[in-house]
């Protein structure tokens, strides 16, 4: 009779872990994607540069899905442009879920008062907390 009080609206400190967890890994997901979409930007941009002063006959090649696909400069050129407009955008809206992550985690923590202690900092205050509230510990680093 006991797991079911247990399970009631306290969760356990592996599971506020657990969610701790979760929520930095879904901020990291973001912030990796924003880096992947910003070097495809200047990639583009790049790449822009060098074929517009070429003409537009010579043919080219693009990577569509992994497949090497041959076209012409005329053909690749509007659709490169076409993506280098998009791509801040797309990038803008991922800055704002990433901005929104972390004030999803910084409530997190604050709903479940849990203690973030980095690795390169030793624990400055561990045998000073009172024995009667349950804090979380989280190392990261």
Do not use: W
Request: net charge neutral.
């Amino acid at each position: 009779m006991s797991k079911p009080a247990a399970k009631g609206c306290k969760k356990s400190n592996e599971e506020v872990f657990q969610g701790f967890q979760n929520l930095r890994a879904e901020q990291r997901q973001l912030a990796n994607k924003i880096s992947e979409l910003e070097m495809d930007l200047n990639e583009h941009k790049i790449v822009i540069e060098t074929l517009k002063d070429v003409d537009g006959t010579r043919k080219c090649f693009r990577m569509i899905g992994g497949v090497l696909v041959e076209r012409t400069v005329a053909d690749v050129l509007p659709e490169l442009e076409s993506n280098r407009e998009r791509l801040p955008k797309a990038i803008q809206a991922l800055q704002e879920q990433l901005t929104k992550k972390g004030q999803e985690i910084n409530d997190y923590i604050e709903l479940h008062d849990i203690r973030v202690q980095r690795a390169d900092r030793p624990t400055e205050t561990a045998t000073e907390q009172p024995a009667a509230k349950s804090n979380v510990l989280v190392a990261s680093g």
